[in-house]
C-alpha cells in the first residue's frame, strides 16, 4: 500500500532564517506531487506541483522554491522566512491528477 | 480569485437536521473530490464523483455532480456530532489535468 511521509510535524523558526520540509512516498511510482500551505479553518493553497523529476511548476510567486530530486521526494524550501510565511503545510501525491493523498501536514511558526 | 467557491463558509446546525453544501465554479472539471478534514490533519478523500449528473452515496452523506461538470453538492441527511469538520471539495480541469485546486472551505458544527 502507499505511504506518504511529511517532517517535521511542528516548526518554529525565527524570520530570516532557511526552511526545509520534506515529504517521500512509499508504494507507487512516478506520482504527481503537490505542496499546499493552509490558513487556519480555511483551504488549500496549491503552491507546487511536480509530475516528474525535475519538473516543478508554480503556482503562487513567492519566496517559497520546491524540488523533486527523486520520483518519490519533494522538498519545499526557503531561503528566508518571513512571518507570512506561517500555517500548515501539506504534501499530497496523486494519479494522473485525480484523488489525493495527503501527509500529516507541518504546521510553521515564524516567529 | 477561488476557482472553486463553496457555501456556506461555516454552518452550525443541531444534530439531527439535514443540511447541504455547495462547491461552484464558472470551469469545467473532469471530476470533482470531496473531502474532509480533521484539526492538525491532513485531508482525508471521500468520494470521487466523475460523470455529469452522478449521484453516489456514502451512508447519510449523498453527493452530487452538476450536469455541466461545474458544481457539486454534499448532503448530509441526519447529522451527527461526529460530522463536525472542515469539508472540501477538490478537482482538476481538461486544461490543467495534474493540477488538483481546492474550494475554500466549509466548516460544519454539529451541536448535540
Known sequence: ?111 | TQLLEQSPQFLSIQEGENLTVYCNSSSVFSSLQWYRQEPGEGPVLLVTVVTGGEVKKLKRLTFQFGDARKDSSLHITAAQPGDTGLYLCAGSRYSSASKIIFGSGTRLSIRP
Open chain 1, 1 to 111: 500500500s502507499q505511504t506518504i511521509h511529511q517532517w517535521p510535524a511542528t516548526l518554529v523558526q525565527p524570520v530570516g532564517s532557511p526552511l526545509s520540509l520534506e515529504c517521500t512516498v512509499e508504494g507507487t511510482s512516478n506520482p504527481n506531487l503537490y505542496w499546499y500551505r493552509q490558513a487556519a479553518g480555511r483551504g488549500l493553497q496549491l503552491l507546487f506541483y511536480s509530475v516528474g523529476i525535475g519538473q516543478i511548476s508554480s503556482e503562487v510567486p513567492q519566496n517559497l522554491s520546491a524540488s523533486r530530486p527523486q520520483d518519490r521526494q519533494f522538498i519545499l524550501s526557503s531561503k528566508k522566512l518571513l512571518l507570512s510565511d506561517s500555517g500548515f503545510y501539506l504534501c499530497a501525491w496523486s494519479v494522473l491528477g485525480s484523488e489525493a493523498f495527503f501527509g500529516q501536514g507541518t504546521r510553521l511558526t515564524v516567529v
